[in-house]
């Protein structure tokens, strides 16, 4: 690289300098702090110093950002949770760091498996990310999750996470997934009809 493209870069930061200190007389110091700002700083043509405030401000996350996967329950009539899992242990075969643990629930009386976890673990520290397990998971339990902000000083009480903290309804992945608990709703839908057609065809 030579001087012209030295010069080049600092014309552009110093652009951006100049640039900031007339935005900011235009919106009159309420450029930051304030929702109008906050959209004018995550426009395309922005001006200036175009830098977000975290955590005091914060950027909405795309419906495809996946963060730590948690579990999906359905709420029954009585209130009750049916949860959708039931421990085959997939999610744990495909993870790629192995952070999945799980143990499926026996019936004490006979001693057979109940497909239903008994116990599951997650440990946050060794995930990923990569959404490899709800991509498998043939039941829909698994979904990633939007919540991003689990920093804390404990790891072994706070981020191995169990069936309690990895728990969340099916109206929890509406309200962040709108789109796609749609198409998963309609082709739930399609597949249910599909197979009520082949009973009554029998």
Not at 16 to 44: A, M
Not at 63 to 81: C, M, Q
Not at 89 to 102: D, E
Not at 114 to 121: H, I, R, T
Request: with cysteine; hydrophobic share 30%.
């Amino acid at each position: 690289m030579g001087i012209n493209g030295i010069v080049k870069g600092l014309g552009i930061t110093l652009q951006h300098f100049f640039e900031t200190y007339l935005v900011d007389i235009k919106y009159k110091g309420k450029r930051y702090g304030t929702p109008e700002g906050l959209e004018d700083r995550k426009s395309f043509d922005t001006k200036g110093i175009f830098t977000v405030k975290y955590p005091e401000e914060k950027l909405d996350v795309p419906e495809a950002f996946r963060y730590i996967p948690f579990l999906v329950y359905d709420e029954t009539e009585t209130g009750e949770k049916d949860i959708r899992c039931t421990s085959c242990g997939i999610c744990a075969k495909v993870c790629p760091p192995q952070c999945i643990w799980i143990t499926r629930s026996v019936n004490p009386e006979t001693g057979k498996p109940v497909p239903k976890p008994a116990k599951f673990f997650i440990d946050v520290d060794i995930c990923m990310n990569c959404g490899l397990c709800a991509e498998y998971c043939p039941f829909e339990a698994i979904r990633m999750d939007h919540d991003y902000e689990i920093a804390n000083i404990d790891r072994y009480a706070h981020h191995i996470y169990d069936l309690d903290k990895l728990l969340k309804p099916a109206s929890y992945y509406a309200q962040i997934r709108p789109k796609q608990s749609a198409e998963d709703d309609e082709v739930r839908r399609e597949r249910d009809a599909k197979k009520a057609g082949a009973k009554l065809a029998r």
